[in-house]
């Protein structure tokens, strides 16, 4: 950067270690920066002919051209796959397991599913963030604008995972409409996938895959526990008994889905995904042609405000345990929606 580029990066006095104060605060400050008379000047902006020749200059279109046949394929054998998996393992599975209660029977099928999905692709994410070395964007996050450009290959390994999770979220459009029990965040649900397929293709198309691979890195990890858990509430009441053993894993569970939720969601994906991508390098991304972060930010930005809405249920159903409203660890989506069907 030049001397004044390099006067921008000290105006927005980033720091090292930010709280949501400085998340909230600096996203303000860079907007401003960004819509500043003199960047607007050099901008030469003029909406909506501005925005169509930096969408035209600064767009892959390799994601619609070559990614939305692979994607469309993976959507589909999931659903496929999901189906064969209900119906020709889960179903005797159920019927071997005697649940007690009908419902646990009718739940444990999506929940065993999702578990077993959501490991394998965190899992492969892991390989890639953690264990092999290659995307150390975890510990580096800053390393996310190294030689980056809107013009950068993605590499395949990382364009797997992308199609794979795009395929899933796709899958998961059409399983909240028709598989899927209906819960009271039913709406939200369906906004959560669009969203993050238009944050997938977003930042396939505008070479923000850096932050795409570690935003699912922080999410799907909290999915694996809340569906393990799930797993283990349904069969805790089998055969007319009760086992206390599920119920041990059920409280372990929900503990450890709780602090990753905290520590996954609400404090790594704002500091080590939004703060980089928002705050703390802004100047020097946009003078590299990164000009498309601000609408990229709001999209994260909607997932942070879901995530919130999300943790408040949690934060509920251990508030109904401890007061004693709740006497089981059953999801309050789900009994919010059977409340209903009883009313009609």
Known sequence: ??????????????????????????????????????????????FPIGFYHDVRDNMNLDFFTDGLTPVTYIALLITIARYMFEGLFCKPLVKRLNFTVKSDGEKFPESLWKFLIYSLMWSYLYY??????KYDYFHNPNLTWIHWSHKID?????????????????????????????????NLMLMHHVVTILLLMLSYSFRF??????TLFFHDINDILLEFTKCNVYLRKRNGRFYLYHERITEIGFV??????????????????????????????????????????????????????WFYLIALIVTKRLIGELSDSNDIREQHHANEKKTK
């Open 154 to 186: 993605i590499p395949f390994d990382i364009q797997i995972i992308y199609f794979v999770e795009c395929g899933f979220y796709l899958h998961s459009i059409y399983a909240t409409l028709y598989m899927d029990m209906k819960r009271r965040d039913h």
């Open 256 to 309: 450890s889905f709780l602090i990753s939720w905290c520590i996954s969601r609400l404090y790594w994906f704002p500091f080590k995904v939004m703060y980089v991508c928002g705050v703390a390098c802004v100047p020097g991304a946009y003078y590299n042609g990164a000009i498309f972060y601000v609408p990229f930010t709001f999209l994260l930005t909607i997932i942070l405000f879901l995530n919130i809405y």
């Open 128 to 133: 890639l963030i953690i264990i092999c070395g």
């Open 1 to 46: 950067m030049n001397m004044e580029e390099k006067a921008d990066w000290m105006l927005l006095n980033c720091t090292e270690n930010p709280n949501y104060y400085d998340l909230v605060y600096g996203i303000y400050r860079t907007m401003k920066w960004w819509l500043s008379p003199r960047m607007m000047q050099m901008k030469n902006y003029t």
């Open 209 to 214: 895959y850096r932050f795409g691979i570690m």
